[in-house]
């Protein structure tokens, strides 16, 4: 009798033992499988982005050939249709935005994506060369909220974060919002080595190569 109780007594140890294992997290030399990541909600159809790229096709192409062609009827333009940046360079921007961002000691809010157009020059202001003349593109600027505000951002030679319209102003309105744009001369120039951008540009712009749609 006496061995009948042991028996059943370490049989239900044993279980304990074990279901208490079950319960125990994976040991930390243990791979975990990683969560899954829900799809975001701007993500589009196949066919949406299809038919947005031929609406671009058919309301916008035109009257860029259009323009180029009446500014140099000699030069034939091919508008571009995308700019592309490899997936390195996007982690790589985005490290780095979040970096600089913490040490200014603050958040970053959104990437504004600017449509841009490149001049009919062989090099920019600030000296660097354009490679593709008169060919649309974007650049990327990161925002953050100063003073209720979501603005896009640079860093001061102070380390904090400051709105780019308090050095460049706005082009529609001329105004500028910023710190110490109140007086003449007090505005820091664009050019100071001290000012640090965190505008992403100089991707890839086709055709060529032809796109995806």
Do not use: W
């Not at 961002?101 to 920019?124: H, M, T």
């Amino acid at each position: 009798m006496k061995n009948n109780q042991k028996a059943v007594i370490a049989f239900f140890g044993a279980t304990l033992l074990l279901f208490g294992a079950c319960q125990q997290g994976p040991k930390k030399d243990e791979p975990t499988e990683p969560e899954e990541v829900l799809p975001p909600e701007g993500i589009i159809s196949l066919e949406e982005s299809k038919s947005l790229y031929d609406n671009y096709t058919k309301n916008r192409v035109g009257v860029i050939e259009e323009y180029e062609m009446e500014r140099y009827p000699d030069r034939k333009h091919i508008p571009a249709r995308f700019t592309s940046f490899s997936y390195a360079d996007i982690k790589d921007y985005m490290a780095y935005v979040e970096q600089e961002a913490k040490e200014a000691g603050v958040e970053v809010a959104s990437l504004r994506l600017y449509f841009a157009n490149y001049p009919d020059k062989e090099r920019f202001p600030d000296g660097k060369k354009v490679v593709h003349p008169r060919q649309n593109s974007i650049f990327l600027v990161p925002t953050t909220i100063i003073d209720g505000k979501e603005l896009g951002f640079y860093i001061g030679a102070d380390g904090k974060a400051k709105p780019i319209k308090g050095v460049v102003g706005n082009s529609e309105t001329g105004e500028k919002d910023g710190p110490n744009t109140s007086q003449a001369g007090f505005a820091p120039s664009l050019f100071q080595d001290d000012i640090k951008s965190l505008n992403l540009n100089h991707g890839t712009s086709g055709p060529p190569p032809y796109t995806d749609f």
